[in-house]
C-alpha cells in the first residue's frame, strides 16, 4: 500500500471495502502521499483506528466521501480527527457503535458541508448528538438514523431544521411518537423519501401532520407503523406526489381501509408493498385497476 501510494499521488478515489489487510500504516502513507484524494471507502476494514484517521485528518483536506461503515475501530477520538477534513460532503459511519454524543459534536461543529450522513446502527448517541448534527450540517439532504435506539422525541424534533433535507430513514426508532413525526414534517417540507418501519409509537397525529406538509413525498414506508384507516385515507389522499408506498403489518387498518386508501391514488402509484393475504381480501377491480395503470405489486 506505501508503494501505491507513492507511486500514485494524484489518485483521486480509492476502494479499499472488506479489505481485511488494511492497517492504520497504510491509511497513513495514502493520506500523506495522496494529496488530491477525494473518496475513500473503507466498509469493514476492522484494523482502522483514531491512528489512521488521526492522519486523515492531517492531510486529506480534500476530502469529500468517506465511507468508515462497519470500521469497529472508529471512536469519538477518531470522529474528532476526521471532523477536520471540513470539506466533506458524504459520510457513512453505519455500524460503527463505539461513538456518542461527544464525537456527533465534532461532527456538527466542523462539518458544515455535510450533504449526507449514515448513522444506521450506532446506537452509542442519542438526543444531544443529533441535535448538535442538526443545528451545524444544515446543508443535509440524506439522514439514516435507523435502529439508534436511543433517540427519541427531543432528538428527532431537532430534524426540522434541516430544511434541505429530501431522504430520511428512521426505521425502528421506537421512542418517537406523533410529536417528533409532526415536528419533521413541518420543518423538512423537501422530503422525497421517508421510511417509518417499525416505528410503532407513531400515532395518527403525526400522520396528519405528515399528510398536510410532507407534499413532495415520493416513497413512504409504513410497515409496521400504528397507523389508522383514516389517518392512512388521507395520507394517500394528500400525498399527490407519492409513487412508491409500502404498507405491510398495518395492525389498525382494515381491508376497508386500505381499499379506500388505495382508490385515492391508484393513478399515481408505480410501486407497492402489500401484505400477502389481502391479494385475496382486496377487490379484484381495485388490483385490476392498479396493474392497468402500471403499479407494480410485491406481496409480503
Known sequence: ???????CLNLKTLNLACCGFVTDAAISAVAQSCRNLETLKLESCHMITEKGLHSLGCYSKNLRELDLTDCCGVNDRGLEYIS???NLLRLKLGLCTNISDKGMFHIGSKCSKLLELDLYRCGGFGDDGLAAVSRGCKSLNRLIISYCGDLTDAGVEQIRQLEHLSHLEIRGLKNITGAGLAAVACGCKKLDYLDLKKCENIDDSGFWALAYFARNLRQINLCYCSVSDTALCMLMSNLSRVQDVDLVNLNRVTVEGSEFALRACC????????FAPLRFLLSSELLE???????????D
Open 289 to 299: 385497476m392498479l396493474h392497468a395503470r402500471g403499479c407494480r405489486i410485491r406481496w
Open 267 to 274: 393513478n399515481r402509484l408505480k410501486k407497492l408493498k402489500l
Open 84 to 86: 477536520k477534513c471540513s
Open 1 to 7: 500500500m506505501t508503494g501505491l501510494a507513492r507511486n
